[in-house]
């Protein structure tokens, strides 16, 4: 038996949406995906770099780092890229905590939260939500203590989908200690249309210990890329340099995040982004028309709490091609696809209307 960190095996493991590849036309909605492929500038990008494959892509990712920078009006030292915002969060525990110390977060949230407090050797604080499935800012500031080292707050919150007032956020962020990290994980924020949500961006120059994850997986379609940002002080963009594993951003990715961060792409996106707004709401529209309890979202995602023999009606949904993720014992999160995976979803969503005769006798 090979030497190890005790308890390591005993981590849950990262479970990712079912991929559907086993079914030519499923409906893909267990994974926060894009359903749209890049669009033509951003493939020809990605083509023209493959070439030079055999080269180590650029270290410092110099080029977007500063259309970045530009596109946010932060100095390059503020913005950190790596291989998606999971790479980032992880680097962000591993520079700031630590065994004997606490990270902090909402639950239910992102799951790599705990996997990267588990990995690092600290403790996870599991924080409930509200009754109406938002992060609790009073109960989450009243969990932080001398050993708390960073919190993660999750806007819009996955898999709930809902956000927190800017207003709130503001004066969470006045109380909270200012040795103290707090991570805004802003990776569907475009998504958002509520003009009082939450912005992070907004805190970056008066609060130079928040830091502002952003990712081009969703919003820009690249999740097979691996591709995410954050936003922050000077001081923390050098912990995460310090930290960050060397040559992690392949050079595909970086001609391919730049290239949507041309005006022409970035409009194209916006009509994307358009586009899903759009279709999240007619599904929530037809999901309650229904009677099925489904939160309001400001995601690309919608979250039924609830369902009573959960996972049994995801594995009904899955029989006629319809991926949905079970995310708790009686929590369904379904994505908002294309017009023709939603058709498909909404075709076949009887199994979310009935309770299965089992699930009075097991309890599931």
Not at 123 to 149: E, G, M
Not at 303 to 317: S, Y
Request: hydrophobic content about 40%.
């Amino acid at each position: 038996m090979i030497r190890h960190r005790p308890g390591i095996l005993e981590i849950d493991s990262y479970v990712p949406g079912g991929s559907g590849s086993s079914l030519r036309r499923a409906a893909r909605l267990a994974s926060n995906e894009s359903p749209f492929p890049p669009v033509d500038r951003v493939a020809a990008a990605i083509s023209a770099s493959i070439m030079q494959a055999n080269r180590y892509p650029d270290f410092e990712s110099r080029e977007l780092t500063e259309a970045l920078a530009s596109r946010w009006r932060l100095s390059p030292d503020q913005v950190s890229v790596d291989s998606g915002s999971s790479s980032l969060l992880r680097s962000i525990v591993t520079a700031c905590a630590g065994p004997g110390t606490e990270i902090v977060y909402g639950w239910p949230s992102f799951a790599s939260y705990e996997h990267a407090a588990l990995l690092a050797g600290a403790t996870p604080i599991r924080v409930a939500l509200t009754p109406d499935h938002r992060l609790d800012l009073a109960l989450i500031l009243a969990a932080i203590n001398d050993r708390t080292r960073v919190v993660f707050l999750c806007l819009p919150n996955n898999p709930t989908g809902t956000t927190v007032d800017h207003t709130a956020l503001e004066a969470f962020v006045e109380a909270v200690p200012g040795d103290l990290l707090i991570v805004l994980d802003e990776c569907y924020g475009e998504f958002v249309t509520d003009p009082n949500a939450a912005s992070g961006p907004r805190l970056l120059g008066r609060f130079p210990n928040v830091v502002v994850l952003k990712s081009l997986s969703k919003s820009a379609g690249l999740a097979g890329l691996r591709i995410g940002y954050a936003l922050s002080s000077p001081d923390v963009g050098s912990l995460l340099r310090a930290v960050r594993i060397p040559f992690s951003v392949s050079a595909v990715a970086q001609a391919a995040a730049l290239a949507c961060l041309e005006p022409a792409v970035t409009a194209a996106l916006e009509s994307r982004i358009t586009a899903t707004v759009s279709e999240r709401k007619r599904v929530y529209d037809t999901l309650t028309g229904t009677g099925i309890e489904v939160i309001p979202s400001q995601a690309n995602f919608l979250f039924l709490p609830h369902q009573h023999g959960a996972p049994e009606k995801v594995r009904l949904l899955a029989q006629h091609g319809a991926l949905v993720r079970l995310v708790g014992p009686r929590e369904i999160r379904i994505s908002v696809g294309s017009r023709r995976e939603n058709d498909h979803l909404l075709s076949c969503i009887d199994p979310l209307t009935v309770i299965p005769p089992h699930s009075a006798v097991t309890g599931q």
